[in-house]
């Protein structure tokens, strides 16, 4: 999720019944990052998934 729509997916996540729902959040906006900066969000979001799996 972008950081300019994690209060949208927060109240999707309530209305569907989960609410605290964790998510990876990457900067906003995507559409004008450059080829290194999707990068740098994709490692971002990468790091944040992983320890949403892996957490104990």
Do not use: N
């Not at 994709?42 to 790091?47: C, P, V």
């Amino acid at each position: 999720m972008t950081s300019r729509f994690v209060s949208a997916a927060e109240m999707m996540s309530r209305v569907l019944g989960m609410p605290g729902y964790a998510f990876a959040t990457i900067g906003h906006p995507v559409s004008s990052a450059t080829d290194d900066g999707l990068r740098d969000m994709a490692r971002m979001a990468i790091g944040q998934g992983s320890r949403l799996l892996l957490r104990a």
